[in-house]
């Protein structure tokens, strides 16, 4: 195309004005399409000479186009964009209520909850899971946690401080079985901590029965719960249920405010074989006396609120974990007598916090078909007789008949 002005041809068709005159140049004609390689077969420009419209305007038509298809520009470019631009996103493809979670899990969702709850356990007006469970549940969730984080990848530094045993499987299986026990320990008066203990034991129990549990490399395969429903198995599965009834029913009473009740309170009603010199005033007993309402000032208490009551509860359900364990797996000598050990301590609990009531009779005869099943185990008579291991030596009727000598030799 030349300048109508100057006669100079233009070098590039697109160019609006002679670079020459400066005069408007006619108007250009229909180019046709230009093949994707155009910018790979235009020579480069060395960076040492001036730069042209029509290479100018190359570049932003080259950036304009890279835009349209989503492409990063070349870093010399003009219309290089910030770098933030093509930052990776975050590859997580959970539920979006997970995202800011720490390690993506329902298991450290559930551990606040659970936390959340016993800091809630200190007031007054609160139920409490005991010395004894409160320190199992920081441990196990402490241990938990570091699981989860260290599984995801982005372990914190606190995590390698964690000892590697508390990293082994068998500790989330078992925090989750404490969970479910303490929770059964709860369930002795509704309140706002029963719900939330609740709902961080199904969170963490859904998830690490998937992971620890019922997976092809979970703990579950070393356990048979259908063994416990055989004789005399079933004898301790009844009697730790019994037991665990027992501590709901009454264990005795208080007076109003937790203290025992003195032998020698007052009873509402005459006074029967008193001596003859005593003498009883006439006086109106006063409306609002607890001692001589009906039943006032004295309640009765449950198994639960003895000290220590979740000792026997978590005692009594290490023997059903025991018993539900499979022949082959293999285990120390001393795991014989842990469930006369379980029996024991229960034993020893019971007869501190004795009393004229429903509660510990019942208890106490749950506990015998429990010390049953005990014996059995510690003398070895709890296995089935087809999965029994086999002698040392075990003797072999034929094997006399192979070393006898033939009728005819002469030695």
Same mark, same amino acid.
């Given at each position: 195309?030349?300048?109508?002005e100057?006669g ?12 020459n005159c ?8 229909a ?8 910018k ?6 060395p ?16 950036a304009r186009?890279?835009g ?5 520009p070349?870093r010399g ?11 990776e ?11 800011d ?17 016993l ?23 402490v241990a938990?946690?570091?699981r989860?984080l ?6 914190p ?9 508390l ?6 299986a078992a925090?989750t079985l404490?969970?479910?026990a ?6 002795s008066?509704?309140?706002l901590?029963?719900?939330l ?10 998830e690490?029965?998937k992971?620890v549990i ?7 395969r ?12 079933? %004898? @301790?599965?009844?009697?730790? !249920? =019994?037991?665990?009834? *027992?501590l709901? /029913?009454?264990? &005795?009473?208080v007076?109003a405010d ?16 008193a001596?003859p010199?005593?003498?009883v005033?006439?006086?109106t ?26 000792l026997?509860?978590?005692?009594l ?24 050990g379980a029996v024991?301590?229960?034993?020893l609990?019971? %007869? @501190?916090?004795?009393?004229? !009531? =429903?509660?510990?009779f *019942?208890?106490? /005869?749950?506990? &015998? ?7 059995r ?11 029994l291991?086999?002698?040392d030596?075990?003797y072999?009727p ?12 002469r030695?």
């Amino acid at each position: 195309m030349q300048c109508p002005e100057c006669g100079e041809s233009a070098a590039d068709v697109r160019l609006m004005y002679c670079e020459n005159c400066g005069a408007k140049m006619p108007a250009r004609p229909a180019a046709p399409p230009r093949a994707s390689s155009a910018k790979s077969q235009r020579p480069s420009r060395p960076m040492t000479e001036p730069a042209y419209a029509a290479e100018i305007l190359d570049e932003e038509e080259d950036a304009r186009q890279q835009g349209r298809t989503g492409a990063a520009p070349p870093r010399g470019s003009k219309a290089q964009p910030p770098p933030d631009a093509y930052e990776e996103e975050d590859s997580y493809t959970g539920p979006r209520w997970l995202k800011d979670v720490p390690g993506h899990s329902r298991s450290v969702v559930g551990v606040g909850l659970v936390t959340f709850s016993l800091v809630l356990s200190i007031l007054p007006f609160f139920p409490s899971v005991g010395v004894l469970g409160t320190l199992l549940t920081l441990v196990g969730s402490v241990a938990l946690v570091a699981r989860e984080l260290r599984r995801d990848g982005n372990a914190p530094g606190w995590v390698d401080h964690v000892p590697l045993v508390l990293m082994r499987p068998e500790v989330p299986a078992a925090f989750t079985l404490l969970l479910v026990a303490l929770t059964v320990r709860l369930l002795s008066g509704f309140n706002l901590l029963l719900p939330l203990w609740a709902a961080g034991t199904l969170l963490i129990a859904l998830e690490q029965s998937k992971l620890v549990i019922a997976g092809p490399d979970g703990v579950g395969r070393d356990f048979d719960p259908r063994s416990l429903l055989g004789f005399p198995r079933v %004898l @301790a599965l009844a009697g730790v !249920a =019994v037991c665990v009834v *027992a501590l709901f /029913l009454p264990w &005795g009473t208080v007076m109003a405010d937790g203290s025992p009740l003195p032998d020698n309170a007052p009873v509402p009603g005459s006074v029967r074989g008193a001596p003859p010199e005593l003498r009883v005033l006439p006086t109106t007993r006063p409306s609002d006396d607890s001692l001589y309402s009906l039943g006032g000032g004295v309640a009765s208490r449950s198994g639960w609120d003895l000290p220590l009551s979740d000792l026997p509860l978590l005692a009594l359900l290490s023997l059903l974990v025991l018993a539900a364990l499979r022949p082959d797996v293999e285990r120390p000598a001393f795991l014989r007598w842990v469930p006369v050990g379980a029996v024991s301590v229960s034993l020893l609990w019971a %007869l @501190a916090g004795v009393k004229l !009531a =429903v509660g510990p009779f *019942a208890f106490l /005869l749950g506990l &015998g078909a429990v010390g049953f099943h005990a014996v059995r185990h510690a003398l070895g008579r709890d296995e089935p007789q087809g999965l029994l291991p086999p002698e040392d030596d075990p003797y072999d009727p034929d094997q006399d008949l192979e070393t006898e000598p033939e009728p005819g030799y002469r030695g």
